[in-house]
């Protein structure tokens, strides 16, 4: 079945892929091809699934050979930790907050939910497909391609080019696509996605067009309050929660009350990193002390999103301290206890700094 290759491909040269590939690139398997037989889960495979590693990226053809991988470096990204992480890993949080004092006054204080958008870009096309028409069916199927987003970090970056190889009947013959910081799973994905695609001016006399476009996922957010456009603002964003009976918008708003208190460690970001963008990506636990809920753990990891500049140990110790003595009020019908993990970005003044 590997061995049935449809002749176009092959004769456009656009996938060469052999019936049994070593692990190393040569001229006749330049995409690196195997079969994962170990660490699979770690590549974000599955034992048996054919991949590939080499700089070509992520390959597949209809004719029952379906080659689709990520670059061992983009799987090692997304594997490892950073060493920023590894240097902030984080104690049990003392009970006693920083005091405030005059510190981070004039800081405004919102909080923000995200949406996710997915986009596609056609980039080109040969002469039997135009962009025009490229461009209206991938943008009408864009909102599909959140099915394959996962986000994990604050930003919402990562995009892929993908190559797609249409055949006289308009269907979906084969896909190339290169990846950047997409996870493997969620570009096999997106090819997946691909195969569905239906062009109705397909080219004729078994010849085979190029539709080359762009994937790319964004965040949109939505404030509880205006932001202030001049000055610093602290932000509690993209709340999620372990609790479907916890409302998201209710967490939000009672998060935003209790990130006043954190108002000096804002102030002190702003003393150490003028300019910067310092993000503090925070997962704690809450469980009910009568009319509240209190936090029982708290685990942060502090980054600054703007520059390779580190957090200082005062700053980090301020939000932890900090975030151990939040309170929310939520209503009775909320469940004893429950986890929630968002964001608390300190967002510097418009404009430069003095």
Not at 69 to 76: I, K, L, N, Y
């Amino acid at each position: 079945m590997f061995q049935r290759i449809l002749p176009a491909l092959v004769a456009a040269a656009l996938l060469v892929l052999p019936a049994f590939a070593s692990a190393e690139p040569t001229e006749a398997n330049p995409l690196k091809c195997e079969t994962c037989e170990t660490d699979c889960e770690a590549r974000g495979l599955q034992v048996g699934e054919r991949y590939c590693s080499g700089p070509d990226g992520l390959a597949a053809s209809r004719d029952g050979l379906r080659i689709e991988a990520a670059s061992d470096q983009t799987v090692a990204q997304r594997q490892a930790p950073t060493q920023q992480q590894q240097q902030q890993q984080q104690q049990p949080p003392r009970l006693e907050a920083p005091a405030p004092g005059a510190r981070g006054q004039g800081i405004n204080v919102t909080g923000a939910q995200w949406r996710f958008v997915a986009g596609v870009e056609v980039v080109q096309t040969t002469e039997f497909i135009s962009v025009a028409q490229a461009q209206s069916l991938l943008g009408a199927r864009s909102e599909a391609l959140l099915d394959c987003f996962e986000p994990r970090d604050y930003r919402a970056d990562g995009e892929m080019l993908v190559n797609l190889y249409v055949g006289p009947t308009g269907l979906t013959r084969g896909i190339r696509g290169d990846s950047d910081g997409i996870a493997p799973a969620q570009a096999r994905c997106i090819m997946g996605q691909a195969w569905d695609y239906a062009f109705s001016a397909p080219p004729t006399n078994e010849e085979t067009a190029l539709v080359q476009y762009r994937v790319f996922f964004a965040a949109e957010r939505e404030f509880t309050s205006p932001l202030d456009g001049g000055g610093p603002n602290l932000i509690v964003e993209r709340v999620r929660v372990d609790d479907q009976g916890v409302s998201r918008a209710e967490l939000t708003s009672s998060l935003v009350n209790q990130a006043q208190n954190t108002r000096a460690c804002h102030a002190i970001a702003l003393e150490e990193l003028p300019g910067d963008l310092v993000v503090a990506d925070v997962e704690m636990s809450f469980e009910r002390y009568g009319t509240v809920y209190r936090a029982s753990e708290v685990d942060i990891t502090l980054t600054n999103e703007s520059s390779t500049l580190m957090p200082s140990p005062e700053l980090v110790e301020c939000v932890r301290q900090s975030l151990a003595t939040w309170r929310v009020s939520l209503p009775p019908t909320v469940a004893e206890s429950f986890t929630s993990r968002f964001f608390v970005t300190f967002q510097p003044p418009a404009g430069p700094q003095s």
